[in-house]
């Protein structure tokens, strides 16, 4: 079983508009962190937000937010005021246990952003 | 000032050579990792070191061997290479076990391995 869902392969939004990636998970540890990443067309991987899963608040990053909803198992990725330099793939990933399992991040496959003027 | 910086950049190369990638980061972080995106992007881990220590191994064929000299360094060596090994190799750290789990990965920017 997929660990990590991310069932939008690609998605479009307009300049300044919000979007929302969705991404879902599946673990029956109840400790365990999820993590959002972006790589651009360049290709390296840039660290966006994160949330525990014991975290009482959805976590916030400048204009990226976390839709944390723990009984659904969603961790969906909220970009506000979208630009042009957003246009990305972006990763969900998951940690799980309080000491990571060794701390390996497993990954979504993705989901291609495109910021359209 | 990179943090996790990795070489060479970009390797072609034919079947069934050796070659090495070397990775070194700079953060203090005492866990490091290589990580496989294949070519629909998919990122999967193949090994990751603790101090030094392997403490994980994904079922990679042992023509892969890493090696960590120190806990800033951790190289991959690739024997026998063949075309499916074609891929983008990320190097990533974070801070370990210790620390708990809301560490990041920091990735380098990535290898990307070409076998004709």
């Known amino acids: 079983a997929q660990k990590i869902t991310q069932t939008q392969p690609g998605m479009f939004v307009q300049e300044k508009e919000a979007v929302t990636l969705d991404c879902t998970y599946d673990t029956s540890d109840p400790s365990y962190g999820l993590f959002w990443y972006k790589q651009p067309s360049s290709g390296e991987m840039i660290f966006l937000i994160y949330q525990g899963s014991y975290d009482q608040q959805n976590a916030t990053e400048g204009r990226y937010s976390l839709n944390f909803q723990k009984a659904r198992k969603s961790a969906n990725l909220v970009i506000s005021a979208s630009q042009l330099g957003d246009s990305a793939m972006y990763f969900c990933?998951?940690?799980?246990?309080?000491f990571g399992g060794g701390n390996k991040l497993t990954f979504g496959t993705g989901t291609q952003l495109k910021v359209e003027l | 000032d990179t943090a996790v910086s990795q070489t060479p950049k970009y390797l072609v190369t034919q079947m069934g050579n050796d070659k090495s990638i070397k990775c070194e980061q700079n953060l203090g972080h005492d866990t490091m990792y290589w990580y496989k995106q294949d070519s629909k992007k998919f990122l999967k881990i193949m090994f990751s070191?603790?101090?030094?220590?392997?403490?994980i191994n994904e079922t990679v064929p042992n023509r892969f061997s890493p090696k960590s000299p120190d806990k800033a360094h951790l190289n991959l060596h690739i024997n026998s290479l063949e075309l499916g090994d074609s891929a983008v190799y990320f190097c990533?750290?974070?801070?370990?076990?210790?620390?708990?789990?809301?560490?990041?990965?920091?990735f380098g920017n990535g290898t990307r391995l070409t076998v004709t």
């Open positions: 990933a998951m940690r799980e246990g309080r």
């Open positions: 070191y603790n101090n030094k220590e392997l403490i």
């Open positions: 990533a750290s974070s801070q370990g076990l210790v620390a708990g789990g809301n560490s990041p990965l920091h």
